[in-house]
């Protein structure tokens, strides 16, 4: 089984920052792509950062210039620098691996999602 499990949301005054982290454990053999995404209550779930297995990233343009994602191999992690928050990146952030098991089987896991929000 493989599990990812988010930490560093919170509530912040816009204009601050966030530092968001995700870790998958469990039964891994190799991780590929990692992403950050978000969604409102109603709205689709949308991408926010993405990261491939060879460390280069891609941004919604929403928050180019402002997020940053980073991966950490020797960890399973993947972390989302947020800085000049705006209230309207107020969501739930869930993080994403593409993870190929020690069976060899490829996935893509889901972690439980951790509130953001930014006041004005």
């Known amino acids: 089984q493989v599990q990812l499990v988010e930490s560093g949301g919170g509530l912040v005054q816009a204009g601050g920052s966030l530092r968001l982290s995700c870790v998958a454990s469990?039964?891994?053999?190799?991780?590929?792509?990692m992403g950050w995404y978000r969604q409102a209550p109603g709205k689709q779930r949308e991408l926010v950062a993405h990261i491939t297995g060879g460390g280069n990233p891609n941004y919604a343009d929403s928050v180019k210039d402002r997020f940053t994602i980073s991966r950490d191999n020797a960890r399973n992690t993947v972390h989302l620098q947020m800085n000049s928050l705006k209230p309207e990146d107020t969501d739930v952030y869930y993080c994403?691996?593409?993870?190929?098991?020690?069976?060899?089987?490829?996935?893509?896991?889901w972690g439980q999602g951790t509130q953001v929000t930014v006041s004005s």
């Open positions: 469990g039964s891994i053999f190799s991780i590929n792509a």
């Open positions: 994403n691996g593409d993870v190929t098991s020690i069976a060899r089987s490829r996935t893509s896991y």
